[in-house]
């Protein structure tokens, strides 16, 4: 394992994520490719990463990179300010020009769209047309798409739904056209559910999990740091294969923290956080809380087969509460990071105290 310097800080080898991303861009594009993951897991890095040390460095590929994350997005018009910018000369011969944050269109066509008297996502293909008739490679990455929910296109037609408008562009650019890679990132399962549960959209995406660090990676990692077996182990205990938490202990140790004491102070804070949200629920769904904690104790997850609705919906609170992790591919619970075991076992012997 290599411990690289990236973006100023350390970058722990995801080899294996590596290789597929830039395989899969290898590839024509014929399907959008949805990231998924517990929190925090490293989704963004890892692409980020594959873009900075591979596509960019290539020059056949062109790239776009969206982050919805660091941006306000409250309507169409300001959707359209933030990602869109009139440039002199169409975005095709003004590569270079823009950023990679943000897509070109001529001056006459910009103020076309604003006023809605073209279809944006119909003149974006246009331009990718000539991208690609010049032999370029088209990526186009959206972290944090989940943040167009709630946006709507209102014109003479009506109302339409943004996120709608944009993911049927994001099927005709890859299924259809095979004009760019779209890979999509998202930290809202729930969100992944309803893409998945959507019949047309799981038949024109595929779906990839980025999870934390397995075992072993933690333990290479660890050894690498100069952590004793003992450590290490424990560790692994509390904190799984989770980056930063990793990242965080690392520098408390080095600090002179104790590292058990710290571990604690952890697993304790993921249990306040835990009794501080079931506060909201009734007796009876504290009940079933406690059968699903006992299970993810047990087993590492909790399983989601034939489970009803109410139930369901009762463990998606957690998930977006990013205490517990919903995979709707596997159709299992997962705490957000091992942490969350260690808080729900101190629930579990709290509750059996009362
Ligand atoms: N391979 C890695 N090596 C070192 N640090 C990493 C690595 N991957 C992620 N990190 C660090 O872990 C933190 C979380 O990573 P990142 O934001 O990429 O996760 P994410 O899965 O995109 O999170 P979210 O669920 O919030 O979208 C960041 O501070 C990042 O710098
Ligand atoms: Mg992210």
Same mark, same amino acid.
């Given at each position: 394992?290599?411990?690289?310097?990236?973006?100023?800080?350390?970058?722990?080898?995801?080899?294996?994520?590596?290789?597929?991303?830039? &395989?899969?861009?290898?590839?024509? =594009?014929?399907?959008? +490719?949805?990231?998924?993951?517990?929190?925090?897991?490293?989704?963004?890095?890892?692409?980020?990463?594959?873009?900075?040390?591979?596509?960019?460095?290539?020059?056949?590929?062109?790239?776009?990179?969206?982050? @919805?994350?660091?941006? @306000?997005? &409250?309507?169409?018009?300001?959707?359209? !300010?933030?990602?869109?910018?009139?440039?002199?000369?169409?975005?095709?011969?003004? $590569?270079?020009?823009?950023?990679?944050? $943000?897509?070109?269109?001529?001056?006459?066509?910009?103020?076309?769209?604003?006023?809605?008297?073209?279809?944006?996502?119909?003149?974006?293909?246009?331009?990718?047309?000539?991208?690609?008739?010049?032999?370029?490679?088209?990526?186009?990455?959206? !972290?944090?798409?989940?943040?167009?929910?709630?946006?709507?296109?209102?014109?003479?037609?009506?109302?339409?739904?943004?996120?709608?408008?944009?993911?049927?562009?994001?099927?005709?650019?890859?299924?259809?056209?095979?004009?760019?890679? $779209?890979?999509?990132?998202?930290?809202?399962?729930?969100?992944?559910?309803?893409?998945?549960?959507?019949?047309?959209?799981?038949?024109?995406?595929?779906?990839?999990?980025?999870?934390?660090?397995?075992?072993?990676?933690?333990?290479?990692? +660890?050894?690498?740091?100069?952590?004793?077996?003992?450590?290490?182990?424990?560790?692994?205990?509390? @904190?799984?294969?989770?980056? =930063?938490?990793?990242?965080?202990?690392?520098?408390?140790? %080095?600090?002179?923290?104790?590292? %058990?004491?710290?571990?604690?102070?952890? *697993?304790?804070? *993921?249990?306040?956080?835990? !009794?501080?949200?079931? *506060?909201?629920?009734?007796?009876?769904?504290?009940?079933?809380?406690?059968?699903?904690?006992?299970?993810?104790?047990?087993?590492?997850?909790? &399983?989601?087969?034939?489970?009803?609705?109410?139930?369901?919906?009762?463990?998606?609170?957690?998930?977006?509460?990013?205490?517990?992790?919903?995979? =709707?591919?596997?159709? %299992?619970?997962? =705490?957000?990071?091992?942490?969350?075991?260690?808080?729900?076992?101190?629930?579990?012997?709290?509750?059996?105290?009362?």
């Amino acid at each position: 394992m290599r411990i690289e310097t990236y973006r100023r800080a350390p970058f722990v080898d995801r080899e294996e994520e590596v290789e597929f991303f830039v &395989s899969w861009f290898q590839e024509v =594009p014929q399907r959008i +490719l949805w990231v998924y993951g517990p929190k925090s897991s490293g989704k963004t890095t890892v692409v980020a990463y594959v873009i900075d040390n591979y596509l960019l460095k290539n020059k056949k590929f062109w790239i776009k990179y969206f982050n @919805l994350r660091e941006t @306000l997005i &409250s309507s169409y018009e300001s959707f359209i !300010d933030t990602f869109f910018v009139e440039v002199e000369k169409s975005e095709s011969e003004a $590569v270079g020009k823009v950023g990679i944050n $943000v897509f070109g269109f001529s001056g006459e066509i910009y103020q076309k769209i604003k006023k809605k008297q073209i279809n944006l996502f119909k003149t974006f293909i246009e331009e990718l047309e000539r991208l690609v008739k010049k032999k370029k490679r088209c990526v186009i990455v959206i !972290d944090e798409i989940q943040k167009l929910r709630d946006i709507y296109i209102k014109n003479g037609n009506g109302e339409r739904e943004l996120l709608k408008e944009f993911l049927n562009f994001c099927v005709s650019l890859t299924k259809e056209r095979h004009l760019s890679h $779209v890979v999509i990132l998202t930290s809202n399962t729930i969100f992944i559910e309803r893409i998945y549960n959507d019949a047309r959209l799981k038949e024109t995406s595929d779906f990839v999990k980025i999870d934390h660090l397995k075992k072993e990676q933690v333990k290479e990692w +660890l050894k690498i740091e100069g952590l004793s077996k003992k450590e290490i182990d424990l560790v692994w205990e509390y @904190l799984g294969g989770s980056i =930063p938490r990793i990242l965080k202990v690392l520098s408390q140790v %080095k600090n002179g923290k104790n590292l %058990k004491e710290f571990l604690e102070q952890e *697993a304790w804070f *993921a249990y306040t956080e835990i !009794d501080e949200f079931l *506060a909201e629920f009734k007796d009876e769904e504290v009940e079933y809380f406690k059968s699903v904690a006992e299970e993810i104790v047990e087993k590492g997850y909790y &399983s989601l087969e034939g489970l009803k609705k109410d139930k369901r919906e009762f463990l998606a609170m957690w998930a977006e509460r990013e205490i517990l992790f919903y995979d =709707p591919l596997e159709l %299992k619970i997962f =705490p957000n990071s091992k942490i969350y075991v260690k808080g729900l076992e101190i629930f579990l012997k709290k509750y059996k105290e009362v």
